[in-house]
T-cell receptor, first 112, second 109 residues
Framework: KAGVTQTPRYLIKTRGQQVTLSCSPISGHRSVSWYQQTPGQGLQFLFEYFSETQRNKGNFPGRFSGRQFSNSRSEMNVSTLELGDSALYLCATSKGPNQPQHFGDGTRLSIL | GESVGLHLPTLSVQEGDNSIINCAYS??????FIWYKQESGKGPQFIIDIRSNMDKRQGQRVTVLLNKTVKHLSLQIAATQPGDSAVYFCAENYDKFYFGSGTKLNVKP
């Protein structure tokens, strides 16, 4: 079956802009988690959605937000982009909390 | 200035040898653990998992060992192949997943 799909794969933005990233989960998966991966910080948890509700949130500023739709697809939004937001943004999905989590290949966001 | 990346420990092994990658986890209440493999330009790939009521689990060419007493997790890869070269992460779950910084496995042909 199809894996986790993230779009777009690559994105270039400038400071101050905003961006929306999309994640389509594996069929049957209702939990979606978002992570930021950078060389300096490794994998950092952003937030987790389950059945359209935010279940957990990491220590990121309010510029980072997300949502989940009734079909379990999720989006994350970053507003007022900063240079430090340049990273690989990864989405991982599972059937539910504390279940095997599978990742997409990420969106590489570059801020100029 | 230039950002400083995480210093990933590197394990170099000869093709055909067995590899052991170690991970210390932080929360004694963590009850579920996953090993991931990440190749350049790709997302982490699920390898094997283990729940805290077990101390060993085997997959195809891989074995995960869990020692709850010392909060230690290891991944053993049998007959390591060049295609196993990647960064390996452990993840522990306590309400949400927490990831280690990773170990780079370099397989020499």
């Amino acid at each position: 079956k199809a894996g986790v799909t993230q779009t777009p794969r690559y994105l270039i933005k400038t400071r101050g802009q905003q961006v929306t990233l999309s994640c389509s989960p594996i069929s049957g998966h209702r939990s979606v988690s978002w992570y930021q991966q950078t060389p300096g910080q490794g994998l950092q948890f952003l937030f987790e959605y389950f059945s359209e509700t935010q279940r957990n949130k990491g220590n990121f500023p309010g510029r980072f937000s997300g949502r989940q739709f009734s079909n379990s697809r999720s989006e994350m939004n970053v507003s007022t982009l900063e240079l430090g937001d340049s990273a690989l943004y990864l989405c991982a999905t599972s059937k539910g909390p504390n279940q095997p989590q599978h990742f997409g290949d990420g969106t590489r966001l570059s801020i100029l | 200035g230039e950002s400083v990346g995480l210093h990933l420990p590197t394990l170099s092994v000869q093709e055909g040898d067995n590899s052991i990658i170690n991970c210390a986890y932080s929360n004694s209440a963590s009850d579920y653990f996953i090993w991931y493999k990440q190749e350049s330009g790709k997302g982490p790939q699920f390898i094997i998992d283990i729940r805290s009521n077990m101390d060993k689990r085997q997959g195809q060419r891989v074995t995960v060992l869990l020692n709850k007493t010392v909060k230690h997790l290891s991944l053993q890869i049998a007959a390591t192949q060049p295609g196993d070269s990647a960064v390996y992460f452990c993840a522990e779950n306590y309400d949400k997943f927490y990831f280690g910084s990773g170990t780079k496995l370099n397989v020499k042909p």
